[in-house]
């Protein structure tokens, strides 16, 4: 069968009064010719039913044309829960900047139609959607409408705008960046701010990461850990060291890995006593970290850890010995 009879054979197929011959023939649409198959995954994506739909949102992952992009925009307000969420997964997925303009006038659109003192409406999703797809195109022209929804009601919007402005780099936004990162109510915003903070080398930033160090959420605790590191700003060191003391693991890793990049002598108690903890991926952080730091003690403390039961961290022990052999 050609191409062209088996793609008209297809359309007949998605007009068929069974949902299931319909979904089955979107899933057998060729995708070496868009000219012809686009059209009908575009039609599909109108389909009363809602399995066809999701068919469709999900093959048109990684396809460019304007008609895909504004069938998957307008798929973003569908009825049903998978279908939204498909449409949001295959926008995410577009590399062209030529879209950037469609996305920004979806944003600007559902931006106008979400009361900002509201997050119980279908809104937050459609931005927070549309706002990793521009996230994902680093389109600078995203910068306004991001921080404007910074002050949106919904979490969810907040974190997305938070995204873009961390993929921006735009040192403008670092003033409301530290802001959220310490004071925004959900934690999830918080900690995707501190990550934002990443792309800064400016000392402006190192009190919002000393506040998260501290924070209530453990996630956001780890984040910063990771962030100063990350930056390797002086300042911190302290807070640095007492997140050793946290009582989440994962907390501690980060702070261990970040203490070893920053190569912090006073830590090196806090980490020879991170070898004995139970937690094996800790002992073996430590024993990276007590490496870049070098010195007698680490030394001494990483000879010991030759014996732990873990042969990872008895390698790693071993590694890190050898490195600091070498810098001497």
Do not use: C
């Amino acid at each position: 069968m050609s191409m062209l009879n088996e793609v008209s054979n297809i359309e007949q197929r998605l007009a068929d009064s069974d949902a299931g011959v319909r979904r089955v023939a979107v899933l057998e649409l060729p995708y070496s010719d868009v000219e012809e198959t686009l059209p009908l995954l575009v039609k599909a994506m109108t389909d009363s039913d809602a399995a066809v739909r999701l068919e469709a949102a999900k093959a048109l992952e990684g396809l460019e044309e304007p008609p895909a992009v504004a069938a998957l925009l307008s798929a973003l307000h569908d009825g049903n829960e998978e279908v939204r969420q498909a449409a949001a997964l295959s926008l995410a997925e577009l590399k062209q900047d030529l879209h950037a303009p469609m996305l920004l006038a979806a944003l600007e659109n559902a931006l106008k139609n979400s009361p900002e003192n509201s997050s119980e409406n279908s809104e937050p999703f459609v931005l927070a959607s549309v706002l990793h797809a521009l996230r994902e195109l680093r389109a600078a022209q995203a910068y306004t409408p991001a921080m404007q929804a910074l002050q949106h009601a919904s979490p969810l919007v907040r974190r997305a705008a938070v995204g873009v402005l961390g993929y921006l780099k735009n040192p403008a936004a670092l003033g409301a960046l530290t802001r959220i990162a310490s004071n925004d109510a959900d934690a999830n915003v918080r900690r995707t701010a501190v990550g934002a903070l990443g792309f800064a080398a400016e000392a402006e930033v190192l009190p919002a990461l000393i506040t998260a160090l501290s924070d209530d959420s453990w996630q956001v605790r780890e984040e910063a850990a990771g962030t100063v590191g990350k930056l390797q700003l002086s300042g911190a060191d302290t807070q640095l060291i007492g997140a050793m003391d946290d009582e989440y693991w994962q907390v501690r890793v980060k702070a261990a890995r970040s203490l070893g990049r920053m190569k912090v002598v006073a830590a090196l108690s806090a980490l020879i006593a991170a070898l004995a903890h139970s937690m094996s991926n800790l002992r073996k952080e430590a024993a990276i970290a007590l490496g870049e730091i070098g010195g007698s003690r680490a030394v001494a403390a990483l000879e010991v850890a030759l014996d732990d039961p873990d042969p990872d961290v008895r390698k790693i022990a071993k590694l890190a010995l050898l490195q600091i052999s070498k810098a001497v």
